[in-house]
């Protein structure tokens, strides 16, 4: 009777430290889940004028709060829902001001300008975007003929754009003293981007594009690597998808396992 009684009590004690153990364990998870969206190169570069809060309860993750464009509601849920431990996402995001007419001028401005900024072999800085009934004229500077003919490329494939006028002059990369150029210190800098910032980026990206839109892919990225999986229509829509992702801030390799 006495070892029956002991069994049950030993039970019964290590019953109520699980119990007691579980909250605490979430409670950690959603501590890491919330500090993680903050601190990711996606909160902290696209979205830091953004008044965004990250809450979460058991792995179930909502956003709430506002943002300036339309985009950073997508790209806030993409991020959170990458991390370690999210089960879901709710999105409560509203946009401070009222989004353009889709398809408007002011909406192709906003799409282009976007899409640029994904891409690191472009400069969105240093590129000014006009629109006019559909025609995109580009203007600014790029570092040299191949910049130019790729932001032409990358404008030319927005949703909506009918036409691409590129007016950007080509002048010579600016070069420090030490001979290190602005554009690989920025390169050294993508090292340090977050794998679920980059696999955001990459969703992002594939979205924006009109001829990867349309494309079931998945996205999972390890240590900057990304691998796409899913179903593409045909060899040359497999390529570009890869094509258009290696060019993504962040990514350090791809690996293409989208089936055709």
């Known amino acids: 009777m006495k070892k029956t009684m002991y069994c049950v009590t030993l039970i019964v004690t290590v019953a109520s430290m699980f119990l007691i153990n579980v909250p605490l364990f979430a409670s950690d998870t959603d501590d890491r889940i919330e500090s993680s969206a903050m601190k990711s190169y996606v909160f902290k570069t696209y979205l830091k004028g953004d008044d965004i809060q990250v809450t979460s309860q058991d792995g179930v993750v909502t956003l709430t709060g ?21 089960k879901s ?21 906003t799409k282009v300008k976007s899409t640029l900024l994904f891409h690191r072999n472009v400069s ?32 030319e494939d927005v949703q909506g754009v009918k036409k691409v006028n590129n007016e950007m002059t080509v002048v010579a990369a600016a070069v420090k003293p030490a001979g290190t ?31 990867t839109s349309a494309l079931d892919t998945t996205v999972e990225t390890k240590d900057g690597v990304v691998t796409l999986g899913g179903k593409a229509g ?11 992702v290696s060019d993504v801030h962040g990514v350090k390799k791809v690996i293409n396992n989208m089936t055709v």
């Not at 353009?100 to 909406?107: K, L, T």
């Not at 006019?132 to 040299?144: F, H, M, P, Q, R």
């Not at 045909?234 to 258009?244: I, Y």
């Open 66 to 86: 506002t943002v300036n464009e339309e985009y950073h509601k997508s790209l806030a849920k993409e991020t959170v829902a990458s991390l370690p431990g999210v």
């Open 89 to 109: 996402v709710y999105n409560k995001l509203e946009v401070k001001e009222e989004a353009p007419a889709e398809n408007s001028d002011a909406w192709l401005i």
């Open 124 to 155: 969105a800085t240093g590129t000014e975007v006009y629109a006019k009934d559909g025609n995109i004229t580009l203007k600014g500077e790029a570092t040299s003929k191949a910049q130019k003919d790729l932001t032409t490329e990358y404008a």
């Open 181 to 211: 150029t602005i554009g690989k210190k920025m390169d050294s800098m993508i090292e340090s981007i977050d794998d679920s910032s980059i696999t955001a980026l990459v969703k992002t990206t594939l979205l924006y594009h009109r001829s």
């Open 234 to 244: 045909n060899a040359a829509e497999k390529d570009l998808a890869a094509k258009l």
